[in-house]
């Protein structure tokens, strides 16, 4: 291991649906059927990475009042699939989608309690919170929150997980068989909150777990968002592209953290990624370009418009230029998925960058809704991703592959070795917990760090 260097850290995307996936591609299998979900965990724990990731939707979207296409092979529940996929993994944390506005905390203390036992602490939840009506509605109490206030609720309900998670002491379980005794119960606190979202007087029922709290991952690139990532988050996915851009996101959250008594290496950014590869520079790039103009076909490209504009737009030609008019006010066209708060600045922008390059609809699509994305040999791209951490633009990535399940086997196969020889990336697991993998104190450290400070 080169000396000084920066660990790369690894996170794998379990793609599911949404349009990085190249459905029509030969190799695109299930995206239900647990051995997908087993053989993309799999393969990366043989590359060693942090974590598996996997994403939940809580209600089919729609668009233009149908179904969204890519929502019709269903949306299985999270949890549970990573309580399954514990059971085929050793080393790879298991890190899950859970939204704070239509959930209660002792329930989901709970579950993420539970799953850190059974995976013996590999446990990590994404934080991420919703102002969405649309989804509101499948819950009794129906509704939405409304933007203020999804993170007055979201930390709220960090908070009374951590209290549940900390009532039972460390030495809670205590195993005497010759005396009878396996457990203290004086060593269990029961918790009493009272706040404005939650009124909770409980026992937790579950023991304090392998990792004392599993990992809080966050998703949020607002202001507030960032400022709830340094307040509460382990690491924050996010989405910055350019290496400039990767730094001033880096240097913003990082600075946030001495007012919440923490350490610069306390919170660990996460931006998510694609890769291409090809035997030559050239190769990958034309692979690059075919993979996009899958991922965005003409259909694609037209729902994609009809977000910003907010009307039907099927009569217009994805090869032709994009409309004249004015987006309108129907903000109900797509729902259950993020659409532009200001539509018409969007389309503004939107007109300037097609006129300047000359770019149709399809054109102007795939260069708005590409991700960060790693395109070259297997050594070029080692020499990207190596660049972007060790220039403190993040402290690594998660991988998005564009073909279910195994469009992670050329990473593992051909880049984490060029990695490994560069010094930047383990060539075997030191440690067994995800808090281990990503070099995060336990919780019992960071509180004595806070009060030390």
């Not at 990958?284 to 003409?298: D, S």
């Not at 007109?351 to 000359?358: D, M, P």
């Not at 660049?387 to 564009?402: E, T």
Request: some cysteine; aromatic content about 8%.
């Amino acid at each position: 291991m080169t000396q000084g260097k920066k660990q790369i850290h690894l996170g794998a995307h379990f793609p599911g649906v949404n349009n990085t996936t190249v459905w029509a591609d030969p190799e695109s299998k299930s995206q239900i059927e647990f051995d997908s979900f087993v053989h993309l965990a799999e393969t990366a724990e043989r590359g060693l990475f942090d974590f598996f990731f996997l994403a939940e939707g809580l209600r089919l979207r729609e668009h233009r009042g149908r179904i969204h296409d890519l929502d019709v092979v269903g949306r299985p529940d999270t949890l549970i699939v990573l309580n399954a996929l514990a059971a085929v993994t050793t080393h790879l944390g298991l890190a899950g989608t859970i939204n704070t506005t239509f959930n209660e905390p002792f329930e989901l203390a709970k579950q993420f309690a539970t799953l850190d036992h059974l995976s013996s602490g590999r446990a990590a939840w994404n934080m991420v919170t919703s102002s969405d009506a649309f989804t509101g509605e499948n819950f009794r109490r129906g509704g939405y929150l409304d933007r203020e206030d999804r993170y007055v609720r979201a930390r709220e309900i960090i908070d009374v997980a951590r209290e549940l998670w900390d009532s039972w002491s460390p030495d809670t379980l205590v195993v005497d068989r010759e005396n009878g005794v396996f457990g203290r119960r004086d060593s269990i606190a029961q918790v009493r909150h009272s706040g404005p979202q939650f009124d909770v007087d409980a026992a937790f029922t579950v023991p304090r777990s392998p990792q004392g709290h599993p990992v809080l991952l966050q998703a949020g690139d607002s202001d507030e968002g960032r400022e709830f990532g340094a307040a509460k988050a382990d690491a924050i996915f996010t989405v910055h592209g350019t290496l400039e851009a990767g730094q001033a996101f880096y240097s913003d959250v990082k600075g946030r953290l001495t007012k919440y008594g923490r350490e610069h290496g306390g919170l660990k950014v996460l931006p998510a990624a694609t890769f291409v590869l090809g035997d030559t520079a050239a190769d990958a790039e034309e692979r690059a370009n075919v993979i996009r103009h899958q991922q965005v076909g003409p259909q694609t490209a037209i729902s994609f418009l009809e977000q910003v504009w907010g009307r039907d737009l099927s009569e217009y030609d994805p090869d032709g230029p994009l409309p004249k008019d004015d987006p309108t006010d129907d903000v109900n066209i797509t729902r259950g998925r993020v659409r532009h708060a200001d539509p018409a600045a969007v389309a503004r922008d939107w007109r300037e960058r097609a006129e300047s390059r000359n770019l149709s609809i399809r054109e102007l699509i795939i260069e708005v809704t590409t991700r960060q994305q790693f395109v070259g040999t297997a050594s070029q791209v080692a020499e990207d991703i190596d660049r972007y951490v060790q220039n403190d633009a993040c402290d690594g990535f998660i991988l998005v592959p564009h073909i279910t399940p195994a469009g992670l086997d050329e990473f593992v196969d051909k880049v984490v070795p060029e990695l490994q020889n560069r010094g930047s990336f383990r060539t075997e697991y030191t440690g067994t917990t995800l808090r281990e993998h990503l070099g995060l104190h336990h919780p019992s450290e960071q509180r004595e760090g806070v009060r030390a400070s």
